[in-house]
């Protein structure tokens, strides 16, 4: 198969929106990473985005939509998902809600399961794309599973963990503002839960629910939740944390000068849209890579989740 690099122009919008309704796979841009599309009610659609991946299938898949109307058609949003929904929506916001019987989504996607993590992102390209598809999209990041998520186009199609020539297109708008994937938020006993840390601060969430959230990771065989699995986000290279560099490492600086700094200044916004590009850099140099400490609170709490999945022993 061959890949098409698509620009996101009428042309190319109508292109990959032909493609979807044929059942194809396309690399989207979003705020977050860049994701794998497929028509979330297809499910041999669905099911070519796990061959283009070589996902588990027990991996839930993320749904995009274009506005939260939408959303009130596949999912019971209760009044704190509304509240949520209309802080953070569009944005790198998932809220995982009971799937309403009358859906029509693919099993596939929930992997069986009775709940849907839904979210509306606010990248003018994908929005563009989805009311031109007219129809939700399940939308994994863009490369093979497990693998460093894709912040550009060129990720996407790289010999590395990409996935050129197994999905039809990829529509290049450039790369991606936030740099790591949307928190999940699901209702855990009736508890609005933390699942998945990312590019909505847990603190901003807490502060609209009027309460701090309760953290679950999920169970790392059976996840309820993307990004859940002990091993993710992993570059071929031993990865350690919290390090100060050593020789014959390729070192991720963090509030310090140096030619893989992930911030000179410190900077969390800065660090986290430049984290998957940097270790995608540094892996490509063959030698083990060190992270310096990186602060646990705010984006720093996404970033550090993905670098501790990145490290986890690898089956």
Same mark, same amino acid.
């Given at each position: 198969m061959q890949t098409l690099r698509l620009i996101p122009d009428t042309d190319g919008l109508t292109r990959a929106s032909d493609l979807l309704s044929d059942g194809q796979t396309v690399a989207i841009p979003t705020e977050t990473v860049y994701g794998l599309a497929a028509d979330a009610r297809n499910g041999e659609a669905v099911a070519r985005i796990y061959q283009a991946k070589g996902r588990p299938s027990f991996n839930p898949l993320i749904v995009h939509l274009p506005d939260a109307a939408a959303v009130a058609a596949i999912a019971t949003v209760t009044p704190q998902a509304q509240a949520l929904a209309d802080a953070f929506w569009p944005g790198a916001l998932t809220l995982v809600l009971p799937l309403r019987d009358d &859906?029509?989504?693919?099993g596939l996607v929930t992997a069986g399961l009775d709940t849907i993590g839904l979210r509306v992102p606010a990248h003018p390209v994908a929005r563009a794309l989805l009311r031109?598809?007219?129809?939700?999209? %399940?939308?994994?990041?863009?490369?093979?599973?497990?693998?460093?998520?894709?912040?550009?186009?060129?990720?996407?199609?790289?010999?590395?963990?990409? +996935?050129?020539?197994?999905? &039809?297109?990829?529509?290049?708008?450039?790369p991606c503002d936030?740099?790591?994937?949307?928190?999940?938020?699901?209702?855990?006993?009736?508890? %609005?839960? +933390?699942?998945?840390?990312?590019?909505? $601060?847990?603190?901003?969430?807490a502060q609209v629910l009027g309460h701090p959230l309760a953290r679950h990771d999920?169970?790392?065989?059976?996840?309820?939740?993307?990004?859940?699995?002990?091993?993710?986000? %992993?570059?071929?290279?031993?990865?350690?944390?919290?390090?100060?560099?050593?020789?014959?490492?390729t070192h991720l600086a963090f509030g310090s000068d140096g030619p893989f700094t992930l911030s000179a200044n410190g900077d969390l916004t800065q660090a986290a849209a430049r984290l998957f590009?940097? +270790?995608?850099?540094?892996? %490509?140099?063959?030698?083990?890579?060190?992270?310096?400490?990186? $602060?646990?609170?705010?984006?720093?709490?996404?970033?550090?989740?993905?670098?501790?999945?990145?490290?986890?022993?690898?089956?």
């Open positions: &859906a029509g989504i693919a031109a598809f007219g129809g939700p999209l %399940a939308a994994p990041s863009a490369n093979a599973s497990g693998r460093i998520s894709p912040t550009s186009a060129d990720h996407v199609l790289s010999k590395d963990g990409g +996935l050129n020539g197994r999905i &039809a297109a990829v529509l290049d708008a450039g936030v740099g790591v994937e949307s928190t999940i938020i699901g209702w855990v006993d009736g508890q %609005a839960t +933390l699942l998945r840390p990312g590019g909505i $601060p847990a603190e901003a969430i999920g169970d790392p065989v059976a996840p309820s939740a993307p990004g859940q699995l002990s091993s993710h986000y %992993a570059p071929n290279a031993a990865l350690r944390l919290n390090a100060t560099p050593v020789a014959g490492e590009d940097m +270790l995608r850099q540094a892996d %490509a140099l063959g030698r083990p890579i060190s992270v310096a400490p990186i $602060p646990d609170h705010g984006l720093g709490a996404a970033i550090n989740d993905r670098l501790k999945r990145a490290a986890a022993p690898r089956d």
